[in-house]
Structures are given as C-alpha cells and as structure tokens.
C-alpha cells in the first residue's frame, strides 16, 4: 500500500507518471545531471519493487531540485522514508550509495545514522561516460536518528 508520509518539512508521496515531466526537468538541471543522468529511465523510477520478504532490506536513492539544496530537506526526506520503510514494512536494514566524492550527500546520509561500509570501485558510468567510485552506505533499524 502506497501512502503519503509526512517529515517534520517534507511531504513524500509516490511519483505517479504524471510526475514524470517534472522530475525529468529536475534531472536535467547541471548539478542532478552530474549525478543521474538525464532521467531517460523515469519511467522506470515510479515502479515499486519491495523485493524478497526474507531479504527485508531496501535500497533507496533521492535528488533534490538545487534551489531546496542546504535546507535540511534531503535530510528529512531520507529520515522519512527511512522511518517509513523500517515501521511500516519491515526492513531491518537500508542502503544507499552516493558517489564516493559526493560530500554533501554523504554528510546528509550520516546525519541520519546511515554508516560507511566500503568504496565500490567504478560503480556507476555517469552521464559523461565514465566509471566512478560510490561509498556503500547501510543503516539498521536501530541506528535510525530522529
């Protein structure tokens, strides 16, 4: 069951295809583009897929339009869906994997208790073509920080 989810400053809601256009528009922007790509899989991105119930665990990633940067609303909105995702469907354990050299988003992703396991070599081809690093980073049920 798909729901809205309300942080202490964010509203998070599922993309519908609707949302497409606009979400796409903000991949576009220089500073997500350098990160995503250009949001030709967006179509895909509204799918949900909960996985294995065995497995509890999500991996979950987010961009934020560059004029919310610095408000505190990626960390409210990972706060949000990581408390969703935990209480209200089971998992024990969240991962995500910003770009090695990303210091925002990791800083972001510490603050609500996400933790570094290790570099992944040439992870992901960016839009430019090339290969870079991502930083592995996992957070469990109890280390969620309010």
């Keep these: 069951m798909q729901r809205t989810l309300y942080g202490t400053r964010v509203v998070l809601r599922p993309a519908t295809p609707d949302d497409i256009p606009v979400l796409a528009g903000i991949r576009a922007t220089p500073e997500v583009y350098e990160r995503w790509g250009g949001g030709e899989d967006m179509a895909e991105a509204v ?3 909960l996985g294995d119930p065995d497995y509890r665990h999500a991996n979950i990633d987010i961009y934020l339009d560059p004029a919310a940067h610095g408000r505190g609303l990626g960390t409210d909105a990972v ?3 990581a408390r969703h995702l935990i209480t209200d469907h089971g998992h024990h354990r969240i991962v995500i994997d910003p770009a090695a050299d990303n210091a ?3 800083r972001c992703y510490g603050k609500v208790g996400f933790r570094p396991v290790g570099v992944m070599r040439s992870y992901e081809r960016g839009p430019d ?3 870079h690093d991502a930083l592995l980073m996992d957070l469990l049920a109890g280390e969620l920080t309010e």
Excluded: F, H, K, V
């Design 79 to 81: 706060r949000t869906l």
């Design 47 to 49: 799918a949900e897929d």
């Design 129 to 131: 073509g090339t290969w």
């Design 104 to 106: 925002a988003a990791i």
